[in-house]
Every structure is written in structure tokens, then in C-alpha cells.
């Protein structure tokens, strides 16, 4: 590989994790969007996604890498499935943990929020134990370049790749959809821009802010389930690293501004990827974290988000 | 039992309790020492989250700080070149908590723009880094293009850490063999910790750092310097955990950065929280409850649970190991104190205020007026010290835009000495924005604003308090959980001196200052009229006494501008009359200089010496009260056009 080789792979890995991190961010964005609260639980929700996927495949006798038909059955009924599963997850977590404190501090439940981030942690992690286990190969990888298209290069692009990339931007045109172009989004939107004026002008409230944890809980789960399809392994304490990356790049995009947290999360992913590449993969998370709080103490509007000013 | 023999009791549990221990064979004593050191953790977190208000998911990063500075300096084998030589214990553990202080001004510093949530979100950042900053400064290699400078330098340990690491040294003292020593050792550092803490939260500075975490705003425009204020919360609260690693460190031998991870720091937030912010009985009470939870509970519960498991013949509950719960369970701490009991078990009711009921349905009782004391003599004192410069508030061309909103355009607005003049103008005229221009919460596009002869432009308005400017808020905003006395102390903050060693070891001159201070704020109550509440908690108050401890806490800064932003809003016509007579007294006793926003016409016209009108930002009128009343472009602003001149039939 020369060096403009290894470039070109490791964007290439950047945008398939990017893609990842963009799907988890937007669940932080959009919470944070509507009841300002940071959801560090979101990160969890996004690692039982890759575990509750794994159990529905396995429900469904899935254990072998699907094929022909089962690419359009299969693969398709178990994303559905997941983000059903995730996102009632997420409503309940709201209900239990957040809506009693509506009315209180900002900071109440957030560290609600933490103490739902390990309760789940330790879940994960009594369900499957310590060590890292295996998710099946169940989507055919494929070298392209080679075996489509005959080009003998050193990249290496293969059919997991398109997968990412491919259902990931459906979910981001379904979402952009929904949040522009219908009447609940127009109703989060509202209760996002004006909790109190948008219950005036008759919008139940609490519904909205359900849906919205709905909509982010199964963007989570299926992430969930990508991460698993792509990288075949799962960890009781990855949720926790890749919430605090995807929050990254809710943060970077402008938090509450859905392109600002798509495009921070792909930015998030070329970052990490260029990092271990060029750095040293030990010192990545040093460098996102870093970047972090650089944006939030110098920009904390974000790259693209407009500067409030407070209210006295 | 009287306070003394309580404490007597206490100290003496506590000198007994190692030999107690050693007596009946219980060999607790190591455990023990190792969860004070987590207490006094959590104490140092207190003061950060519980005094200040200031969310740290990161507090792992000091303790690791002050380990590893005790772990680095008195180590005999690390490998680096910089050490190398043990130093003493006693030494270093000074070092290590001036390390850790150090650094936490460092990382403090840039944080402290940043409020809330996110500011919580950068301490977890830097609660990250650190471990893995310590983790792979056990090995670097700089290349540059095949150049090493440094090649395989270990300045940390790495993932190994440091081992060993030398252990205190007194002439007879078996710190090598005897749990015993350590314990009385940490007993030492844990007493004179909590004895500065005392004294800290009762002064100058702990005043300042609950007024932050009640309004900061508030706090800023009363006088209190936000940044230094929480930089010294930072800081302080970095060196006692300074201390408490260092430590550990040595008392463990050993130290991994496997030993400061996020855990950690949420294991400490819960001990906080489970005991109550603010308060150190409590977070004594609640790192006692978590360390024995941690220690001994789970382990017996899982003897127990199996026991049951056993007799039941369930086999699940017979292997079942409750440890591996630990995480859940404080998850689940956290949680249920968030939701049922957010003042924790020891904590005093810190609740959010609900949105003021405009007492519709509770009729207001009617306050008799009480004021009778006379005004204090160090306020006419400090009145007649000097006569103040003419005019005292010169403000040229002020303009200040919001996006495409004009808020101010080109206002001039002079306040001579001793001149109480009215600002008015139909509402989003601009009045508020002026006055947040005035006191430098806004800074203006264009404009000079001059106070007694100087620009204030660019100031913060903690400074412009200690200039003179006092203000009030048309939305009361004390700081609701503190007492009345302390709102007022609070407004004299800029006007003290103390520091924070005088704070802990309250020489003469700071315990005089401090006496001082409590007299002048029971004067000041007494003139306002509340004396008889002065430990109620602000937010108890009624509206109008709320209205009129918020003039109290301004004139506690010895302004000589006073700028009241709708005083009589809400107020009933009683009340409305003794503030009226108040802002007379003030203005014809103190010759203080008063510039008040003000929509009840009455009063307006009957105690302005002028008035300027604002209207869309633009200043229309400015004359005696009675121009103003003819001003034909001010009724057209109040009324619109077509009414200015009635028509004569």
C-alpha cells in the first residue's frame, strides 16, 4: 500500500464508522433539541441494539451469512424489529428516569441519565458477560473492486461498506422527511424551538417529547445493529465510548441541529480513523475528547449552529 | 447530649476504634482507612458540586493527579530519567496537593466560560484524558521522519504504573508493618480538611460560591467575580484531592490508571449526591453508606443470596454473585435519589422554585409598613466621604443591535449627582437593554458609557459593582435558597476583603471584617424592614419583601448608582407607596443617584427629577415630568397617532 492508498482506506473506514456515530448523534441531537438534557444513555441504548438485533436474528434462526431473498426478508424485518425494540426502550427510560424531573434543575437529570448509562452497562454486561462475543457473519462481504469490477487494487471495499452507507442515508431522508415535511415533526420542532408556546397553541407536549425519544431510540438500535453486521463483535462497554464520540459530534454540528450532527458524526468518523491511522490509535480518544472541549469553550454553538444569547 | 459531650463522644469512638478493632480481632482498620480516603474525596468533590453547583464528571483526574505526583517524586525505581531519588512522604504530599490545585486552575480556566451541562461534559473530557494521558506516557518515541529525539522514554509507568512507592517515615512509627499509623494519619488530614471546609463554606468565599450556583447572573451583577470564584472551587476542591491521592498512593504502594476511570469519579458523585450537595455531614454520611455497600453489603448479600438459593435448591440464586452488580446498583442509587429524595438523605431542601402562582387564589397578606429604623450610618458615612463627581453617569450614542433588531439606536442619557431620573417607554422600547448595556451583561456596538468620569465599556459587571453600580432585576432574581442575611452579605462581597487563607484561619482582622459585615446587613434589614426574617430563606418570602430585599442586597454594594428596573411591578398600592417613600429617603439622605425603569405612571412623575423616553430603541423624549406629560411624540408613542389632539367641537 502506498501512502495514497492507505488515505483512501482509512476515509473509507472513517465513513463507514462516521455513518454510525452520525445515527447515534442524532438521538443526542434530538433530545437535546427538546428538553435540553443531555442523554448519556443513548450510547447504551445504541450497544443493546447491536445485542438486541443479535437475539432477534437468532429468534429468527439466523446463524449463517443470509442469502438471495433473505437480503430482502430477513434483513429488512429484523432493522424494524430492532428499532421497534430500542426505541420503546428509550420511551421507557424517558418515562421512568426524565419526565418526573421535567420541572427541576437542568443538572437532576442528567445525573439520572448517568445512573441509567451504568444500570444498563451492568445489564449488558451480566447478559453476556465480560468478554467480547461474536455476532454472526450474516451479510455477505465482498471484495467489489475485485470480484465486481476486476480492478486489482490494494483498497479494499467490500459489500458491508455499501451496506453502511446504504442504510444509513435512507434513514437520514426518512428522518429529515418526518421532521420537515409532516405534522409531528412540525410539532417537535415547535416544542423544541418553545416548550411553553407550542403547549398554547394546543401540542401535546409530552406526546411530542415521547416521539422524539421513540425516533432517537430506534436511529440508536439501528446503529446497533450495523456496528454488529460490520464489525461481527460486540462489548458490554462499548456504548459508553462511542455515546461520548456520537455526543462529539452532536456537539460539533451545533447540538440540536440534525445536519450539524450527521455531518459531525461523519467528520467524528474520518477523524478517529485518520487518527489511528497517522497518530497512534491510543492517543484517538485523547484527540476526540480534545476536540470536544475545544468546541465546546470556544464554539459552543457548534461549527454550524447560530450563537443564543441568554435571557436576563 | 449536649453539642460538647457529643463531640467528646466522637473523638473518643474515634481514638478507641483501631484498638477496639485490634482487640477483638475484627482487622477492619485497613478498610476503613481506605474508605476515609474515599470520603475525603467526595468531601473535596462537595465543594465543587455542592458549594459551587458545578457538575464534575471528572473528579478521578485530581485524585489521579495528586497519586501520581506522590507516585513520581517518591518512587525509587521508576525508570524516567527526571527521577529516581525518593523525596520524603512529607514533602511530597504538600507538592502533590499543590500539583493538583494547579492543575485544576489549568483545566478550570478554559471550562469556565461554559455553563451547566456543558461545562459537566468537558470535566468528563478531561476525566478521560488524563488516564490515557498517564497510560501512554509509560512509552514515547517521538519520530520525526526517522529522527528520535526520544525513544522509548518512561515517564509514567504506563499501564503498569508505579511500584513501589516510599511510605511516610517517622522516628517509632510502624508505617511499614501497622495498619494502625495510616489510619490515625488519614484521621488527621481527614479532621483538618473538614475544618477548613467549615470554615471556608462560612465566609466570604462560600457565600460567593453558593451565590453562583443559586444565579450566576445574579451573582455577577451583586458583585461576585464568577471566574476567580469558581476557579477557586476548582482548585480548592483539586488540592484536597490532592492530598487524598497522595495518600493512597502510598499507603497502596502501588498505582495503576486503571485506579482513576470514570467510575471513580461517578462512585464519588454518588457519594455526594446520596448524602446531599452542600452539606458535610451528609457527604460524610453518604461515602460511609456507598463504602460499606461497596465493601461489606454486596459481599454478604451474595453469602446470603446463595445461602437462600441453597436451602430453596434454586440453582441460579445458589452460584449468583451480587458483585457483579456493584454498577447497577449505584446507577440505580443515583437515579432513585435524583427522583425521590434530590436534597439526598442529609442535604437541606434545594428544590427548583415553581413558577411564581401570582397568589391568585392565596390572597396577599397585608404588610403593615415596618419600616422604622433610620438609615444606617456607615451608608450616610460612606455618602458623605467625598462628594460624588457631576454628572455621576454620562452615556453618548449608545447602540446596540441584535441581529436585524435595533434594541438601542444612538441614546444619550445623563444622571446628574443625586438625581433620581425615569426611564420609560412602551414595553420592547429598549429600557432593560440599556440598563443590562449600563452594567456590562451586554456590551454595547457603539457608545461611550461613562461612570464618575471613566469608561466602564468592556468591564464585567462584577466591576462595574465594585465601581458603584448597584441594580435590580424586573424579574426578581435573589438567590433563593440562601437566608435573607446571606443575600445581603452577598451584596457586600465586593466591599470585603478576606482571602482564602484568612477564610480558613480567620486572623483578627478577618473575624473583625466579618462581625462588621453581619452588622451592616442587620442595619441595612432593619431600614428595609425586615429585620425579625433575616434567616428566613429568601425564596419564603413574599413578593414586596422579595421586591425590597433585593434593593437591600444592591445597597449592600455601596453603590452610588442605584438602577431599579420596575421596582413597583406586582407590588399593591401599600406597597407601592413605602418603596416610593423609600427611593425618596435614599435619594434625599444617601444624595444617591437613582435611574429607574418604572410603567406605573404615578410614581414615575411624582419622584423623577427628569425622564427620558425610549421607543423602538431610539430615545424620543427627555424633559422635567411635566414636559414629558405634553410631550406630544411620547403620547403618540403610549397611544398612536390620532389622539394627540382632540378635536374641539
Known amino acids: 500500500m502506498n501512502a495514497w492508498e492507505v488515505l483512501v482506506q482509512q476515509t473509507i473506514n472513517g465513513l463507514t464508522r462516521g455513518a454510525v456515530f452520525a445515527l447515534i448523534a442524532l438521538g443526542y441531537t434530538m433530545v437535546y433539541g427538546i428538553i435540553e438534557l443531555i442523554n448519556f444513555a443513548h450510547g447504551d441504548v445504541f450497544m443493546l441494539g447491536l445485542f438486541i438485533s443479535l437475539s432477534w436474528f437468532t429468534l429468527l434462526g439466523v446463524t449463517k451469512t443470509l442469502t438471495g431473498w433473505q437480503l430482502l426478508t430477513i434483513l429488512p424485518l429484523v432493522f424494524i424489529l430492532t428499532m421497534l425494540t430500542t426505541a420503546a426502550l428509550n420511551v421507557a427510560i424517558d418515562r421512568v428516569a426524565y419526565r418526573p424531573l421535567r420541572r427541576s434543575t437542568r443538572l437532576a437529570p442528567l445525573i439520572t441519565a448517568i445512573g441509567v448509562s451504568f444500570m444498563l452497562e451492568n445489564l449488558a454486561l451480566l447478559w453476556k458477560g465480560p468478554a467480547p462475543i461474536a455476532y454472526p457473519d450474516v451479510f455477505p462481504s465482498v471484495d467489489i473492486l475485485r470480484e465486481w469490477f476486476g480492478v486489482d487494487s490494494a483498497i479494499f471495499v467490500t459489500t458491508k461498506d455499501v451496506l453502511v452507507v446504504g442504510a444509513t442515508i435512507p434513514l437520514m431522508i426518512a428522518l429529515n422527511y418526518f421532521v420537515t415535511r409532516t405534522r409531528w415533526g412540525k410539532a417537535m420542532r415547535a416544542t423544541a424551538q418553545d416548550r411553553e408556546t407550542a403547549q398554547a397553541m394546543g401540542i401535546n407536549v409530552e406526546r411530542t417529547i415521547l416521539l422524539t425519544f421513540f425516533v432517537g431510540g430506534a436511529l440508536a438500535g439501528a446503529a446497533g445493529l450495523i456496528q454488529g453486521i460490520y464489525y461481527n463483535i460486540g462489548m458490554w462497554w462499548m456504548g459508553y465510548q462511542a455515546g461520548l464520540r456520537a455526543f462529539t459530534a452532536a456537539v460539533l454540528g451545533g447540538i440540536g441541529n440534525m445536519p450539524g450532527a450527521a455531518l459531525g458524526g461523519l467528520f467524528i468518523g474520518f477523524l478517529s480513523a485518520w487518527s489511528d491511522q497517522y497518530i497512534s490509535a491510543r492517543w484517538t480518544n485523547a484527540i476526540v475528547f480534545s476536540i470536544l472541549i475545544l468546541v465546546l469553550v470556544f464554539r459552543p454553538q457548534g461549527l454550524l449552529g447560530a450563537r443564543s444569547a441568554d435571557k436576563v | ?649
Not at chain 2, 455526594?272 to 463504602?291: C, F, Q, R
Not at chain 2, 468591564?459 to 445581603?488: C, H, K, W, Y
Not at chain 2, 439622605?589 to 414615575?604: K, S, T
Not at chain 2, 419622584?607 to 424620543?620: F, K, M, Q
Open chain 2, 1 to 649: 447530649m449536649t453539642p460538647a459531650l457529643r463531640w467528646a463522644a466522637l473523638v473518643a469512638a474515634l481514638l478507641a476504634y483501631p484498638f477496639v478493632d485490634r482487640a477483638l480481632g475484627l482487622q477492619t482498620v485497613h478498610a476503613v482507612s481506605d474508605g476515609m480516603i474515599y470520603v475525603l474525596l467526595a468531601l473535596g468533590l462537595n465543594i465543587v458540586v455542592g458549594y459551587a453547583g458545578l457538575l464534575d464528571l471528572g473528579y478521578a483526574a485530581f485524585f489521579a493527579i495528586g497519586a501520581y505526583a506522590m507516585g513520581l517524586l517518591n518512587s525509587p525505581v521508576l525508570g524516567s530519567p527526571l527521577y529516581g531519588y525518593p523525596w520524603s512522604f512529607w514533602v511530597c504530599i504538600w507538592i502533590a496537593a499543590a500539583v493538583s490545585a494547579l492543575l485544576g486552575t489549568a483545566i478550570g480556566a478554559p471550562t469556565l466560560r461554559v455553563r451547566g451541562d456543558y461545562l459537566a461534559i468537558i470535566t468528563l473530557g478531561f476525566g478521560e484524558i488524563i488516564p490515557v494521558a498517564i497510560r501512554n506516557l509509560g512509552d514515547i518515541t517521538l519520530d520525526i521522519g526517522g529522527w528520535r529525539p526520544i525513544e522509548r522514554l518512561n515517564l509514567t509507568g504506563g499501564e503498569n504504573g508505579v511500584n513501589p512507592i516510599g511510605r511516610p517515615h517517622l522516628p517509632g512509627v510502624p508505617f511499614e508493618t501497622d495498619p494502625v499509623p495510616w489510619y490515625f494519619l488519614i484521621l488527621v488530614i481527614g479532621a483538618l480538611s473538614i475544618w477548613a471546609m467549615t470554615r471556608l463554606h462560612d465566609s466570604r468565599l462560600g457565600r460567593a460560591w453558593m451565590a453562583i450556583r443559586e444565579d450566576e447572573t445574579a451573582a455577577d451583577c451583586t458583585g461576585v467575580n464568577p471566574i476567580s470564584t469558581k476557579l477557586l472551587a476548582f482548585a480548592l476542591g483539586a488540592s484536597f484531592s490532592g492530598f487524598a491521592g497522595s495518600v493512597y498512593a502510598a499507603k497502596l504502594q502501588a498505582i495503576t490508571p486503571g485506579a482513576f476511570e470514570f467510575q471513580v469519579s461517578i462512585m464519588l458523585l454518588c457519594m455526594v449526591v446520596l448524602g446531599g450537595a452542600g452539606s458535610i455531614k451528609g457527604v460524610i454520611l453518604g461515602g460511609m453508606l456507598i463504602t460499606i455497600f461497596d465493601r461489606v453489603a454486596l459481599a454478604q448479600m451474595t453469602f446470603f443470596v446463595r445461602w437462600v438459593g441453597r436451602a430453596t435448591g434454586v440453582q441460579a440464586l445458589a452460584a449468583a454473585d451480587v458483585t457483579l452488580w456493584r454498577w447497577f446498583f449505584f446507577g440505580l442509587g443515583l437515579v432513585l435519589v435524583m427522583l425521590l429524595k434530590p436534597e439526598g438523605l442529609a442535604g437541606r431542601r434545594v428544590r427548583p422554585i415553581a413558577p411564581a402562582d401570582d397568589d391568585l387564589d392565596s390572597p396577599r397578606i397585608e404588610e403593615a409598613p415596618r419600616r422604622a429604623a433610620a438609615l444606617p450610618a456607615w451608608l450616610l458615612d460612606q455618602a458623605r466621604r467625598g462628594a460624588a463627581p457631576d454628572p455621576i453617569l454620562e452615556v453618548r450614542g449608545l447602540a446596540r443591535r441584535f441581529g436585524g433588531v435595533v434594541a438601542l439606536a444612538d441614546v444619550d442619557l445623563v444622571v446628574p449627582r443625586g438625581a433620581v431620573i425615569g426611564l420609560i417607554g412602551p414595553n420592547g422600547a429598549g429600557k432593560t437593554t440599556f440598563f443590562n448595556v449600563v452594567t456590562g451583561l451586554i456590551p454595547p456596538d457603539e457608545g461611550r458609557i461613562a461612570f464618575a468620569g471613566a469608561s466602564i465599556v468592556g468591564l464585567r459587571p462584577n466591576a462595574i459593582v465594585a465601581r458603584g453600580i448597584a441594580r435590580t432585576f424586573q424579574s426578581i432574581r435573589l438567590f433563593p435558597q440562601m437566608t435573607v442575611l446571606e443575600n445581603v452579605l452577598v451584596g457586600e462581597h465586593c466591599r470585603l476583603r478576606a482571602s482564602v487563607p484568612g477564610a480558613v484561619l480567620r486572623p483578627a482582622s478577618v473575624v473583625a471584617e466579618e462581625a462588621r459585615a453581619r452588622e451592616r446587613a442587620r442595619e441595612l434589614l432593619a431600614f428595609i424592614g425586615l429585620d425579625g426574617k433575616a434567616q428566613d430563606l429568601a425564596r419564603n418570602l413574599p413578593y414586596g419583601d422579595q421586591r425590597r430585599l433585593e434593593i437591600a442586597r444592591a445597597l449592600a454594594s455601596e453603590p452610588r448608582l442605584l438602577l431599579l428596573d420596575e421596582p413597583t411591578a406586582g407590588m399593591n398600592p401599600r406597597e407601592t407607596e413605602n418603596l416610593t417613600t423609600l427611593i425618596g429617603s435614599l435619594r434625599r439622605e444617601l444624595e444617591l443617584a437613582i435611574l429607574l425603569i418604572e410603567h406605573d405612571m404615578e410614581v414615575v412623575m411624582g419622584i423623577s427629577d427628569r425622564i427620558t423616553v425610549l421607543d423602538y430603541g431610539v430615545r424620543i423624549a427627555e424633559g422635567t415630568p411635566a414636559e414629558i406629560q405634553r410631550h406630544s411624540k411620547v403620547i403618540e408613542a403610549y397611544l398612536g397617532t390620532g389622539y394627540e389632539r382632540e378635536p374641539h367641537a
